[in-house]
């Protein structure tokens, strides 16, 4: 195969970790689009909203006050999916199948200040939402009726999010969801087979032919998998097999703040504007099994295209077939790296 | 179990075709929505408006004219994803894995009447697609090349439409996207053990339960499954186990336009707009075997949750996770119920 061929003609990525395929087209990227535009806000926004239920001091719907918190606050989710004390019941009437699901939901606000998002913190700031990442999940991992804990940021109206205030959620539960449940298999195949993460071999080859990396530090890459399927989807890998954030020292912690940091930053500098994702910490399991073949990372689903009012839907052929995307893995990676 | 529980708290309920999982949280119904509100459109549209490219007698970007047709009007997709004479490639190199992919993509226009969609036409009209369908899935399940063809519609801006002309796609290539290789392990696996299709068997369920059952004629079912995961997510499926649409004799083609006359109408009532989805037709692989575990249908994905201008997001964990719904599928089948 010529190596140029994955970036003119129609073909189909595998992603090692889900077991799934993307479809790429890259001769597609050129297609006049005439559809929906997105609306995008650029304005600043104060520091401080009398109106956001988010900001310090301020009141919830619940009627509880938000305390006069300086730097991360969380709380729990005043309308949360999950509920801890939910009834338990499981249902098997011949197809009909349905378990009961427990769990408990959390809004972590990243700053006090409204006006910023993660890419306008400094790392150092970054490192304190990583601390409470880690507080959350220490807690959660050792709720006995906890199995699995999904941190993760929906940004941007475009990406479902009613708030604009700095903010991210931690939905805990006792099952794996889908997602997860496919990670882990693909990864536990792969550690039985090779007595090594697959991520981390992964890692050793893309570091070796630089085409998809973004920016690494000591214990971080961030890169574009192979397999991405947004336009300008993007993992942050620690270097080190860890199977989840609460092997992170200090110092580690603040690395994996810049890698945030460096790649936000890009993103809001790609098509000028406060670039919509939603991003997400895939972890082992947290149902007190050693999960050795787990080794955790972060992605970033950005929707944007090709401008800040242009977005990829994923819709007709992807929700029936597979994702399928224009531009390929290489030339986002490009697109980005010249940002950093 | 009591039969109110699946009302009352969050559950989990299984895909019986795709072996995945949903989650269900009926308590969350009433949250409030501060979020991003989409643009409606309920302008009448013209019957023809000279610059649509899909209008009869008009100008393609490529610089091919339409005829001026008077029912359907099928053409090759001026910028396919997929093209017939790409280049044929694997690549295996360590954890990199990829494969051309080849295929032949169309475009199908539904009707010359640039005002009108699926929802405005009469069932006699719709059969006319229904009989382009089978005609196009006849010739393209003959190319030796082709092994499975997705039919497919993005109706309206929010779905990532970019031409209000009814039309829909059809997307055909060499290996089973994602989507339908799961559907496919998972009604063989049944067929195997039970010498039945399993989507038959489910059906027969609930025709005795009557729940979830929007509407049935002679021939067909539209129901909201049990396992949906759009808020008004429905399928039409045949009585009768039928491998792929070229089975339907032409009363089953009128009564299967039928069915979907009727379920576009209800859901342009609903909300009182034109209601934006993603539907779509799984059939069995074209790969010429006989593929006796499949029984063809068509689902509807529609965004909107509570008005036209408020959508579900299926956003972080519904992408790190499970797709994550609110309303029951129980209270959606009685609501659209009661429009038709
Ligand atoms: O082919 P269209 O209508 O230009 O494009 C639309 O449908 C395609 C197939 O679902 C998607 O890949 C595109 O993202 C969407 O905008
Ligand atoms: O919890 P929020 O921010 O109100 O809601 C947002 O994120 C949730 C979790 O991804 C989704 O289920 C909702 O559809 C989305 O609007």
Redesign the pocket.
């Known amino acids: 195969m010529d190596n140029t061929d994955l970036q003119d003609y129609s073909h189909k990525r595998l992603n090692i970790l889900t077991g799934e395929w993307v479809l790429v087209s890259p001769h597609r990227a050129k297609?006049p689009w005439q559809?929906q535009n997105e609306a995008v806000s650029n304005d600043a926004r104060p520091a401080y909203d009398e109106s956001c239920y988010l900001c310090a001091g301020n009141t919830r719907i619940n009627g509880e006050v938000n305390p006069k918190y300086q730097d991360v606050f969380v709380f729990t989710n005043d309308f949360a999916a999950l509920q801890k004390d939910s009834k338990s019941f499981s249902l098997e009437d011949g197809l009909l199948v349905a378990e009961s699901e427990t769990g408990i939901c959390k809004v972590v606000c990243f700053s006090p200040d409204h006006s910023k998002s993660l890419a306008d913190m400094e790392a150092k700031d970054i490192q304190k939402v990583v601390f409470t990442w880690q507080k959350e999940f220490k807690e959660l991992s050792e709720n006995p009726d906890i199995n699995y804990v999904q941190i993760f940021e929906n940004k941007g109206a475009v990406m479902g999010c009613s708030n604009p205030h700095p903010h991210g959620q931690i939905w805990s539960q006792s099952t794996l969801p889908n997602e997860v449940d496919k990670k882990n298999t693909q990864q536990l195949a792969y550690y039985n087979e090779n007595n090594s993460s697959i991520l981390g071999d992964y890692l050793a080859q893309e570091l070796g032919k630089q085409e998809r990396i973004i920016f690494e530090n000591d214990s971080f890459v961030v890169l574009i998998p192979f397999w991405a399927v947004w336009p300008f989807e993007a993992m942050i890998v620690p270097k080190k097999q860890q199977s989840n954030i609460l092997e992170l020292n200090d110092t580690e912690a603040l690395e994996y703040a810049e890698a945030i940091s460096v790649l936000t930053k890009a993103y809001d500098k790609l098509f000028n504007t406060s670039f919509p994702y939603s991003s997400g910490i895939h972890q082992a399991p947290t149902d007190g099994n050693e999960n050795k073949h787990w080794h955790w990372h972060m992605s970033f689903y950005p929707p944007l295209l090709r401008s800040a009012t242009v977005k990829?839907?994923?819709?007709?052929?992807?929700m029936f077939g597979s994702p399928?995307r224009d531009i390929t893995a290489e030339i986002a990676a490009k697109m980005i790296r010249e940002l950093i």
């Open positions: 297609r559809g990829k839907f994923m819709v007709g052929y992807e399928q």
